[in-house]
């Protein structure tokens, strides 16, 4: 593949290592992949035992594991909707809702535009200052954002989440990287117009298991429900998810050493010259005039980072693994 055409698919969204390595076969292995914000220290519970693969999920296995996530998230189990992603519950979202316009806080994780669009519905990206004032039938804002972990505080949100109730349209915040900014979620947040999505697989490092959660009213939980079936999520994410929503100790060790990580890949990224624009304590976003050959250079090493079409100076960082950030630091070294 060349180069130009593999630069054009990764600017949609991160991982593709099968693709990157078809354009850089000449490239170190294993790659180190950088190119999305996925905890490289995952929670190491157990998994689902052989019994549980070999026979259709249990509807009480389900039941416990909304249950934990709720408790998690401060909210309700008849608020919370497991499903094999949050990429899932967006994708179903215009089913679900049914408006005619949406204006989305941008730039920010290209699926929300996609599903909207593909729907047949007005969609609009609108910057964040406009969002308060958004007349559309449903806002979507990603806090922390995707990809610059912009974010809009709690107190913002609650005011656009009553003042979009009272008016009868939606707001619908995409918290996938929340664990990184804690204090700013609203998923414990009561309002009939608002959707809350949340992500597993980022901060607990275990994207492949396929889980997320919508939270809302129950009458639109219920509808969503009806829509995946009766075995939304298969037996890892049932089993691992509801041990991990229950290891507090864990989250909060790892809250505290991801933001340690963060911290020492800023120094090493400003020493090469990068400019720290923004990011969670699962990636960095950053900036530089000469983004395109860092992502090509760092490719040609068999690491793998997130470049924007939207932002062509941009460079997306996800925080590495204490083992592996030397090798990020020699890849670093040897640009010219």
């Known amino acids: 593949m060349h ?3 593999f630069v054009t698919t990764a600017t949609r969204h991160g991982g ?5 390595a078809a354009a850089y076969p000449d490239a170190p292995r294993p790659w180190l992949d950088l190119s999305t914000g996925i905890n490289p220290e995952p929670w190491r519970g157990p998994r689902a035992p052989e019994a549980e693969l070999n026979r259709l999920p249990d509807p009480g296995a389900l039941a416990a594991l909304e249950t934990a996530a709720a408790s998690a998230f401060g ?4 608020r919370t909707a497991a499903a094999a992603g949050a990429e899932a519950a ?3 979202l215009p089913l679900l809702l049914g408006v005619r316009s949406v204006e989305i806080v941008g730039p920010t994780y290209g699926a929300h535009a996609e599903a909207w669009r593909a729907a047949g519905v007005a969609t609009r990206l609108i910057a964040p200052d406009q969002a308060a004032t958004s007349q559309a039938g449903v806002l979507v804002i990603v806090n922390p954002n995707n990809p610059d972990g912009r974010l809009t505080r709690r107190a913002d949100l609650i005011a656009m989440a009553r003042e979009r109730s009272a008016a009868g349209r939606w707001l619908v915040v995409d918290e996938s990287f929340i664990e990184c900014a804690p204090g700013d979620s609203v998923s414990d947040l009561v309002e009939p117009g608002l959707i809350v999505l949340r992500s597993f697989g980022k901060f607990y490092g275990l994207a492949g ?14 509808r969503l429900r009806a829509l995946l079936g009766d075995w939304p999520v298969g037996a890892d994410a049932l089993i691992m998810g509801r041990g991990a929503y229950a290891d507090a100790d864990w989250r909060r060790r790892t809250e505290a050493a991801l933001a340690e990580r963060a911290d020492r890949l800023d120094d090493v990224l400003s020493r090469a010259g ?6 969670t304590s699962l990636f960095r976003m950053t900036r ?4 395109a ?5 760092l490719c040609r090493l068999g690491v793998l980072t997130r470049p924007f079409d939207h932002t062509p100076d941009g460079l997306r960082f996800g925080v590495p693994s204490e083992r592996d950030l030397p090798r990020l630091m020699r890849a670093l070294e040897t640009f010219a």
């Open 274 to 279: 990068f400019h720290i624009v923004g990011g």
């Open 16 to 20: 593709g290592l099968m693709k990157a």
């Open 293 to 297: 050959l860092w992502f090509q250079h």
């Open 209 to 222: 298991v396929r889980l997320g959660f919508m939270l809302a009213a129950p009458g639109l939980i219920a």
């Open 75 to 78: 909210s309700a189990t008849e």
């Open 288 to 291: 530089t005039p000469h983004a």
């Open 3 to 5: 180069d130009a055409a």
């Open 90 to 92: 967006i994708r179903l």
